[in-house]
């Protein structure tokens, strides 16, 4: 039922140290980088280190430290960009339908300016 890792996928290889990213944020099991096309003046990513291809993947499949690591280290993104306590949007697509484009975990945290009604 699920959808293979791949291993070839441009965060695999960030992770893996093989592509440049600027980094905002690293903790024993996540990490935030800016996206490189920003769509908002904060537009970071926040990812897994571990090897799952989407939200659904990391909900039933991660460890409880795994979870616990990646929410806190959004929420510290946040803060550390400025996004809390300015107001800031949290966004993960889920699946080719909802928009995923890359098939390794990211949560859109956008901020920096006000954001208007969703999915307009
Ligand atoms: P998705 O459409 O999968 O939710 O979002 C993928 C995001 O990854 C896009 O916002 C895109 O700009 C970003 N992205 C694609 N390739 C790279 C890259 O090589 N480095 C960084 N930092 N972001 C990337």
Same mark, same amino acid.
């Given at each position: 039922?699920?959808?293979?890792?791949?291993?070839?996928?441009?965060?695999?290889?960030?992770?893996?140290?093989?592509? $440049?990213?600027?980094?905002?944020?690293?903790?024993?099991?996540?990490?935030?980088?800016?996206?490189?096309? $920003? !769509? *908002?003046?904060?537009?970071?990513?926040?990812?897994?280190?571990?090897?799952?291809?989407?939200?659904?993947?990391?909900? *039933?499949?991660?460890?409880?430290?795994?979870?616990?690591?990646?929410?806190?280290?959004?929420?510290?993104?946040?803060?550390?960009?400025?996004?809390? $306590?300015?107001?800031?949007?949290? !966004?993960?697509?889920?699946?080719?339908?909802?928009?995923?484009?890359?098939?390794?975990? %990211?949560? %859109?945290?956008?901020?920096?300016?006000?954001?208007?009604?969703?999915? *307009?």
């Amino acid at each position: 039922h699920h959808q293979p890792y791949d291993d070839s996928n441009i965060f695999a290889r960030i992770l893996r140290g093989e592509l $440049p990213a600027t980094k905002v944020l690293e903790t024993e099991h996540s990490l935030a980088l800016h996206d490189i096309n $920003p !769509l *908002a003046p904060v537009h970071v990513l926040v990812i897994p280190k571990g090897a799952y291809v989407s939200w659904d993947d990391f909900a *039933a499949n991660a460890s409880e430290a795994e979870i616990a690591d990646f929410v806190r280290a959004i929420g510290e993104t946040a803060r550390k960009v400025g996004a809390e $306590p300015q107001g800031y949007r949290m !966004l993960a697509n889920t699946g080719k339908r909802a928009g995923q484009e890359v098939p390794h975990l %990211h949560v %859109h945290l956008f901020g920096g300016q006000p954001l208007g009604p969703m999915l *307009a």
